[in-house]
């Protein structure tokens, strides 16, 4: 199979808002107003959280669709905390980013608690931005 290229383009201006476009689609990014934004949109935080939600239900459709299970509807709760310190600049022993991200799962289908854990097991095995999560991806940054 061919590999997939993803392309984000995001744009700020003199504010924390973000303006990005992902193929045909503009998405607003901001931050808070007690943080200095105009809470215009999701900070990126929370959009990474939407991402991880949306790939979990997306796969979870998917692997539903092959095994001819009747998923009727999914809840992908994704939560998980971090100290602000090391994003704000202050000195943290902590992490920057999160120490644990919980993702709580709750389907309407035709499938026991049991047979329901292994769907969710499977379905995060195969949900590319869990995978990112969970392994070490090779990162890389440049300006231009």
């Not at 900070?43 to 299970?69: H, M, T, W």
């Not at 090391?86 to 120490?99: A, E, I, N, S, V």
Request: charged share 25%; net charge negative; proline share 4%.
């Amino acid at each position: 199979m061919a590999t997939k290229h993803v392309n984000v383009t995001a744009t700020m201006g003199e504010s924390f808002l973000i303006e990005t476009k992902v193929g045909k689609h503009e998405l607003i990014l901001d931050q808070p107003e007690q943080a200095g934004g105009t809470d215009q949109g999701p900070n990126p935080l929370e959009y990474f959280f939407v991402s991880l939600a949306g790939c979990v239900a997306s796969i979870a459709r998917i692997k539903a669709k092959q095994d001819k299970v009747n998923l009727r509807s999914m809840t992908v709760n994704v939560s998980g905390d971090l100290n602000p310190a090391g994003l704000l600049g202050k000195p943290t022993d902590d992490r920057t980013g999160f120490d644990t991200i919980n993702i709580a799962v709750t389907m309407d289908a035709d499938l026991s608690q049991e047979e329901k854990q292994q769907f969710i097991d499977d379905v995060c095995e195969r949900c590319p931005v869990h995978e990112n999560i969970k392994h070490m991806t090779t990162v890389s940054h440049t300006t231009e």
